[in-house]
């Protein structure tokens, strides 16, 4: 069978590789036409602390995608997800899967698209960066996480979870929404360090009234996931009930939470966001308004207010028009609008 990657730059890129590397029937799909055509040049070369590898593979752009796909590792960003879908469905085998392994809240939409048995649920939080044409960076490690939608045991997973062990150690769990929506909420607070150019640590660090509008601002989305009956589930860097405690004054949790993601950036090679990277440096409309207005509709609907993650949505809009620029007063922003709302 051949494995579809949909979506080539640093998460699609990354696993591509690695597949290819263990001989595995890879074609990676891209919009980027000098991307495809730097790969199928001189393979894809992804660079990590310790070197740089360059694998041999095969690349296209979407238009020459035939059609009886069986397995799709779908690897675009939030905002490009129905487009891609238009791509996808009419081509997917009727045995197929779409695995998404994307930010957000993506298996809905596949779902509604190619039906719930074709959709296989992902968490993705090892890090990555296209960097350029034919070249990715590994920025560090990360949990890989597999599952049915309605947390069922099934041979299909455990097989995807031995196929992607060669890209990462592939974990399976029968409450995948738990975990896709954890990465989701806990990604609020990723956005809000993204506004300043400066490391990840350096935000959370940076002082206790930072760190408490940081909680907050997850507390939001953490609120509408269990409103929406999810059981939020921990990995690497978030743990929800240290969000929980925080939000109610524990002083040490929330100096653990903001520790702990200290800890696991510093580790990293990549230690900016892929949001800051997109604003900063390749100077693009980032998935804020898909990922976290995805949040705030949900929200709407449940009778939740997000008036922190509504700022923090607009501020990212300043920054991608140009009205706005990176600095801690944006930060300082956040805090104050914190402040006002708990007075509120």
């Not at 150019?197 to 002082?207: F, P, Q, T, W």
């Not at 510093?266 to 990922?291: F, N, P, S, Y």
């Not at 300043?318 to 930060?331: P, Y």
Request: hydrophobic share 45%.
């Amino acid at each position: 069978m051949t494995i579809t990657v949909f979506g080539a730059g640093a998460i699609g890129g990354i696993t591509g590789a690695a597949l290819a590397r263990a001989a595995h029937d890879v074609v990676l799909v891209d919009k980027a036409a000098d991307h495809i055509a730097a790969m199928n040049a001189g393979g894809l070369t992804v660079e990590r602390r310790d070197g740089a590898e360059t694998v041999a593979v095969r690349a296209i752009t979407p238009e020459k995608l035939g059609p009886g796909l069986g397995l799709v590792l779908l690897a675009v960003k939030s905002q490009d997800t129905r487009a891609a879908l238009e791509v996808l469905a009419p081509r997917l085998a009727n045995d197929g899967a779409i695995v998404s392994m994307q930010n957000g809240l993506n298996e809905e939409l596949i779902a509604a698209a190619v039906g719930e048995r074709r959709t296989v649920g992902c968490l993705v939080n090892w890090a990555a960066d296209w960097m350029a044409p034919g070249r990715i960076l590994h920025g560090g490690e990360g949990a890989l996480v597999l599952g049915e939608l309605d947390g069922r045991p099934s041979a299909r997973v455990d097989a995807l979870a031995t196929l992607l062990e060669v890209v990462a150690p592939t974990r399976v769990s029968d409450n995948i929404l738990g975990y896709t929506w954890a990465k989701h909420v806990y990604g609020a607070l990723l956005v809000a360090t993204a506004v300043v150019n400066a490391h990840v640590y350096e935000v959370v660090e940076r002082s206790p009234e930072t760190q408490r509008m940081l909680i907050a601002l997850v507390m939001e989305s953490m609120r509408v996931a269990e409103a929406a009956g999810i059981r939020l589930e921990p990995f690497d860097e978030y743990d929800p009930a240290d969000y929980r405690a925080a939000a109610c004054g524990d002083e040490t949790a929330r100096a653990r939470a903001m520790s702990v993601i200290a800890t696991h950036y510093r580790g990293h090679t990549k230690t900016k966001t892929g949001i800051w990277r997109d604003l900063a440096v390749r100077r693009r409309k980032t998935e804020v308004g898909a990922l976290l207005g995805a949040t705030v509709t949900k929200a709407e609907k449940l009778g939740l207010a997000m008036p922190l993650t509504e700022r923090l949505v607009a501020m990212i809009s300043e920054l991608e028009a140009g009205r706005r620029v990176m600095t801690w007063d944006n930060v300082d922003e956040l805090v104050r609008a914190t402040t006002d709302t708990a007075r509120s």
